[in-house]
């Protein structure tokens, strides 16, 4: 985990301070600002226009009955995209406007799919807030609660 803030939060900034000196020293600062500033709004109304897309497919599959999962994938990959645009730097960007072209996406999105499969097949996820208030033990995790009550809830 600490490898991967580490390049999140460090290496990746320093490559796009690099990558942003080395584009201004050959075409000049302006340019190259013109070009992050033009980058930008483009990707940022190609996400818009595939956020709508993921959208509406969303809804075709939940009015056809189906589980809309490959498009509620495509919608969060839409969204991490538009937060690559925002970063300024051409890695993130070009990182962003990768996953906005729908056969990227798709490659992405099978890996993504495989993970969250894995994950949900391998793991089980339990949410508990802490321990139970005094005298109800009802809000506690289950093994702290009687077999009596336990039994009860579970008839209903």
């Not at 580490?6 to 990558?19: D, K, M, Q, R």
């Not at 020293?25 to 109304?45: D, E, H, P």
């Not at 969303?58 to 919608?75: E, F, K, Q, Y």
Request: net charge positive.
């Amino acid at each position: 985990m600490f490898a991967k803030l580490l390049i999140l939060f460090i290496i990746v900034p320093l490559l796009e301070l690099l990558t942003i000196i080395e584009i201004g020293s050959r075409i000049g600062y302006f340019f190259t600002i013109m070009m992050l500033i033009v980058i930008s709004f483009s990707g940022a109304a190609l996400a818009k226009r595939e956020g709508y897309r993921a959208i509406s497919q969303i809804r075709a599959d939940l009015n056809a009955g189906s589980m809309p999962a490959d498009a509620l994938i495509d919608g969060a990959l839409i969204l991490a995209a538009a937060a690559l645009l925002i970063t300024p730097g051409y890695i993130t960007d070009a990182a962003g406007l990768l996953l906005l072209l729908p056969p990227a996406r798709r490659v992405v999105r099978a890996f993504a799919r495989r993970r969250l499969e894995k994950a949900a097949h391998v793991r089980s996820i339990r949410f508990w807030s802490g321990p139970a208030p005094r005298g109800n033990p009802a809000y506690g995790p289950p093994c702290a609660r009687e077999p009596e009550q336990r039994r009860r809830e579970l008839e209903g």
